[in-house]
């Protein structure tokens, strides 16, 4: 069974930084792309990055600049850097997963870890 288990999130000050980490149980290089979705409190989930097995990256506008995805294939390890962070970057941070050209095909989460940037 596929598991994806975040971590790295926390409480900073705006302008602060942190890097959110998205293990999975078993190779990445499985997956056709990988992401990161974030909730806000009364809020739809929304995609924040995304970057596919052949390396390609693409990130909402709000965060252009400030976040870079990346993944570590050896460690089976997909990473969020999010640097000069805002109020409005509060959220749960999803870690995503999809396979449809290797089966078993699916669309897996994780859990979520939260990020809060006060002011």
């Known amino acids: 069974q596929v598991q994806l288990v975040e971590s790295g999130g926390g409480l900073v000050q705006a302008g602060e930084s942190l890097r959110l980490s998205c293990a999975a149980s078993?190779?990445?290089?499985?997956?056709?792309?990988m992401g990161w979705y974030r909730q806000a409190p009364g809020k739809q989930r929304e995609l924040v990055a995304t970057i596919t097995r052949l390396g390609y990256t693409n990130y909402i506008d709000s965060v252009k600049g400030r976040f870079a995805i990346s993944r570590d294939s050896a460690k089976n390890t997909l990473y969020l850097q999010m640097n000069t962070l805002k109020p409005e970057d509060t959220a749960v941070y999803y870690c995503?997963?999809?396979?449809?050209?290797?089966?078993?095909?699916?669309?897996?989460w994780g859990q979520g870890t939260q990020v809060t940037v006060s002011s």
């Open positions: 995503n997963a999809q396979s449809t050209s290797v089966p078993p095909h699916g669309n897996y």
């Open positions: 078993g190779n990445i290089g499985r997956f056709n792309a």
